[in-house]
């Protein structure tokens, strides 16, 4: 690493005239009291004086605290390796203190991050392997039933194959959001952006889960009669899986005898806002903001016994954020919750 030494000639100015002062006040006591001397030759000499003074105090400066200070960068640098390249060493106390204090401010800072990130790696573990724990567990506890003699029971064994099977779906479906996730964490979102309906969309998904929402007497309806079609511009096939994973959200988490309930609004000129509206428990304030967290569940028992890969809501987030629109959250416990996003208009 180069290090250029801004010489610190300030020092060694005022350094050289205190000690110069000192020695004509030597001299003069000298004349005054002992032999009278020659003014001029004094004055020379201690221009001579001075000059050599000052050289000596700035060579010594330079080779005997630089050296000080330039391990204490050289220190840094073994840390940071790119906060002090190319930069002057200088042995200004207060520009070096300040370069530290801010080193420390750094290494702190990115200390926290590093300590929050892996909780959230832990954490995130946790999640993965109970979540494929759980399905893994149930498929070798039946087959181990069949193994130990329940196979000559027909209609065991076909119950039994029956439930292996729901359990190998909820893997495959638990290991494809996983793949999806990632895809979508590391930039590889490819959208196929047409003109569609966002009213047809929204209809679509109603009428696949409309035997879901009747199983808790919960209706699926729109905010009003939309009679004609609003045309949007986005990927009709991810935007089909937001607004799926939100509608099966609010039937998942909403009360029985409940409403989910669709509103579509011009939001500018250029943009609209879908809102998905339900009547169910809410959500409270602490846990909305780890919401679209992976695997992040508000109820850990009653999310699980719904089923669910846990994903659905971090893929709602980068589906949106890859059509560079915005995802909102509203809540209040006992009244029910709101996820509303925006599109683009189709001109």
Do not use: C
């Not at 204090?101 to 995130?124: G, N, S, V, W």
């Not at 194959?161 to 590889?188: C, N, P």
């Amino acid at each position: 690493m180069q290090l250029k030494f801004k010489k610190s000639y300030k020092f060694a100015l005022k350094s050289s005239v205190y000690v110069t002062l000192f020695f004509l006040a030597t001299i003069f006591l000298y004349h005054y009291f002992v032999q009278p001397l020659n003014l001029l030759v004094v004055l020379a000499f201690s221009l001579i004086f001075y000059a050599a003074t000052f050289f000596l105090i700035q060579f010594r400066v330079e080779h005997f605290i630089y050296k000080r200070v330039k391990k204490i960068y050289d220190d840094v640098s073994l840390l940071e390796t790119t906060s002090y390249v190319n930069q002057p060493v200088t042995t200004d106390m207060a520009t070096l203190t300040k370069e530290v204090k801010k080193f420390a401010r750094d290494k702190k800072l990115e200390i926290e991050t590093l300590k929050i990130r892996e909780e959230y790696r832990k954490e995130f573990l946790g999640n993965v392997s109970h979540e494929l724990k759980t399905p893994l567990f149930t498929i070798q506890g039946y087959l181990l039933t069949l193994l130990d003699g329940a196979m000559e029971d027909k209609n065991i064994r076909k119950k039994y194959l029956e439930r292996a099977e729901k359990g190998v779906e909820r893997l495959i479906y638990i290991v494809k959001d996983l793949d999806m996730i990632t895809k979508l964490e590391v930039g590889e979102i490819n959208l196929d952006v047409t003109k569609f309906d966002i009213v047809e969309v929204i209809q679509n998904v109603f009428d696949l889960f409309e035997m879901k929402a009747a199983n808790k007497n919960i209706t699926l309806t729109f905010d009003t009669k939309y009679v004609k079609p609003i045309w949007v511009m986005a990927d009709q096939e991810k935007i089909q899986q937001v607004v799926t994973n939100l509608v099966v959200n609010s039937i998942k988490y909403g009360k029985k005898g409940g409403t989910t309930e669709v509103g579509i609004e011009d939001l500018t000129k250029d943009k609209i806002i879908v809102r998905i509206t339900d009547n169910g428990e809410g959500i409270e304030k602490q846990n909305i903001s780890r919401l679209f967290e992976r695997f992040y569940r508000v109820d850990k028992s009653g999310a699980r016994s719904e089923g669910g890969s846990g994903l659905g809501l971090a893929i709602v987030k980068h589906i949106i954020e890859g059509h560079d629109e915005k995802i909102y959250v509203e809540s209040q416990i006992g009244v029910g919750s709101e996820f509303s996003f925006t599109l683009e208009k189709a001109k």
